[in-house]
């Protein structure tokens, strides 16, 4: 399948100041199969060497007592029966089995530059810290990471325009042509849009689900891999954490995340997953799962709102899954619900808040929202080329007061008001409206500093 992460992996290949690179992601987002099978084997053919940390054992061995790359380049070519130069890519995935891989990145990127190499698992942000903070060790035997000596890029669940552009890469390259014109699309056209949109908030954007929906066509098939997703994430948690009370936490937070999402405030709140319990009694577990990069976190911002944005409080924030798709499953609503003629009356706003949330978080962007006195609120707050674009987030039409209430006190370019209602600017209240399925090219452009209306 397509993913437009490779476009990055290509930057990075011809960059002449290429350093070794770490490509961060959860589980099951399609590491693996992006960096071996799509960039390896349509860039470097037969001229790269696939090392696995979690089966090689006499590798991963070795490369746990030393960081000397040479060292390293010579096992492995001579374990591998290849020569190894500059024309040889160097993939070793599962490096959270082999932390000491992540050291000798270093080395590889001061005395074998021309040699290209890339790391990449699943829980190596973890496993760093870990070895970083672990107890009793001498402070020149804990782990260092390479600052400055690498490049680091991350894969996230695939996104709409992602999951469009191989379910069906006609209906992309319009809702793609409509944005870039700036042109509302056709209102059939806009409806099988749509249509698609809520597909996807079942689907989510994990690989094996979205392969088997689009081979297939079978949701029902779908939802079973995301529940079997779902419960891998859980048992992950006993496999990378250190006490049993921080593995029990994580995993109550994470079941919790649409039940506080569908309360009036959306923040966290601590209580309601453990009677008496406060914030920082889960921080341990928030670290955790926003590491791990299964759940996106967005910060409170108030009033008056100054650049570069910093949160208003370290406790006020609101958690998001970080795929749309095990949100869906994880709340619970009848898969049908999705797909029928009654599913604008089943879905709550927050299946469209998620989803704007993971698929800003995937072009880059930090998570922040804005609370006014009173009821005043926009889901999201970003900054770009120094300016602030406010989006609120609308599953039906909606009033917008809260716009007004915002603008007291700041000053923006133009807000965006996200729903399904197709494309329009009004000038006078500087308001863009744009229609879900238009949200990935937003973010990308936000990203990029070249959003226009």
Known sequence: ??????????????????????????????????????????????????????????????????????????????????????????????????????????????????????????????????????????????????????NQMTVYPMTFDEFLMNSNKMLYDAIEKAYETRQAL?????????????????????????????????????REILKALYDNYLSDMELYQASQEAVLRSRILFQNIYRELNRETKNFSPGLIEEKSKTRDFATSIQWLTMAHVVNQSFQLKEHITMPLIPDSESSFRLFLGDIGMFSYQSGVNAASFVSSERENTLSGIFFENFVANE?????????????????????IIESDNKLYPIDVKKGRGTLNSLDKFANHNKFEFAMKVSKNNYGYDSKQKLLTIPFYFIPFAARDLADGTMRI
């Open 1 to 150: 399948m397509e993913r437009i992460a490779l476009q990055k992996l290509e930057e990075w290949n011809t960059n002449t100041r290429r350093k070794p690179l770490i490509v961060w992601g959860a589980r099951q987002v399609g590491k693996t199969y992006l960096v071996k099978e799509i960039f390896a084997e349509t860039y470097y053919k037969k001229n790269y060497l696939y090392i696995d940390c979690k089966k090689e054992d006499a590798i991963r061995e070795f490369c746990s007592k030393t960081a000397n790359a040479e060292k390293i380049i010579e096992y492995i070519a001579l374990r591998k029966g290849k020569q190894i130069n500059g024309k040889t890519l160097l993939i070793f995935d599962e490096v959270q089995e082999c932390p000491n891989i992540i050291s000798a990145l270093k080395y590889f990127c001061q005395d074998f530059r021309e040699i290209p190499v890339i790391a990449t698992g699943s829980m190596v942000r973890i496993k760093l810290q870990r070895e970083t903070h672990r107890r009793g060790s001498k402070e020149n035997d804990k782990f260092l990471f390479p600052v400055g000596k690498i």
């Open 186 to 222: 056709d209102g059939q056209i806009h409806e099988l849009a749509m249509e698609q949109l809520y597909k996807y908030l079942l689907v989510g954007g994990m690989p094996e689900a979205v392969e088997v929906y689009i081979e297939d066509g079978n949701l029902l098939e779908s």
């Open 360 to 380: 800003l978080t995937a072009k880059g962007h930090k998570l922040f929202y804005w609370r006014g006195k009173a009821s005043a609120e926009l889901e999201f």
